[in-house]
């Protein structure tokens, strides 16, 4: 059982950057894949980055490259999504998942947090 918790989102201006965090409970976080999921008013959730157990290999949706970046601290238990040069389509609920292999497909992650607001104004 992985517990998860998400932090960091915020208002924002369009240009500027944020930083999310995702605490994770339990002993065997190091042995999960991460992802971090987005969900826009009307939309339906969709795939943002993934990590590697080992943080060694990322996975970033097309909308993500070059702006977001994901990494993860297994001794801390957490995992992060840097956002630059964010955009008002930007805005959602940011949610992170952990799952026991490395997918970019939400049905395939087993464990969600809560979510964290993220608002871009233009």
């Known amino acids: 059982q992985v517990q998860l918790v998400e932090s960091g989102g915020g208002l924002v201006q369009a240009g500027g950057s944020l930083r999310l965090s995702c605490a994770a409970s339990g002993r065997t976080f190091s042995s999960y894949a991460m992802g971090w999921f987005r969900r826009a008013p009307g939309k339906e959730r969709e795939f943002v980055a993934a990590?590697?157990?080992?943080?060694?290999?990322?996975y970033s949706a097309d909308s993500a490259k070059g702006r977001f970046t994901i990494s993860r601290d297994n001794a801390k238990n957490t995992v992060y999504l840097e956002m630059s040069s964010l955009k008002p389509e930007d805005a959602a609920v940011y949610y992170c998942?952990?799952?026991?292999?490395?997918?970019?497909?939400?049905?395939?992650?087993?464990?969600w947090g809560q979510g964290t607001q993220v608002t871009v104004s233009s």
């Open positions: 990590i590697s157990a080992s943080g060694g290999t990322t």
């Open positions: 998942a952990a799952s026991a292999r490395l997918t970019i497909a939400t049905m395939g992650y087993d464990y």
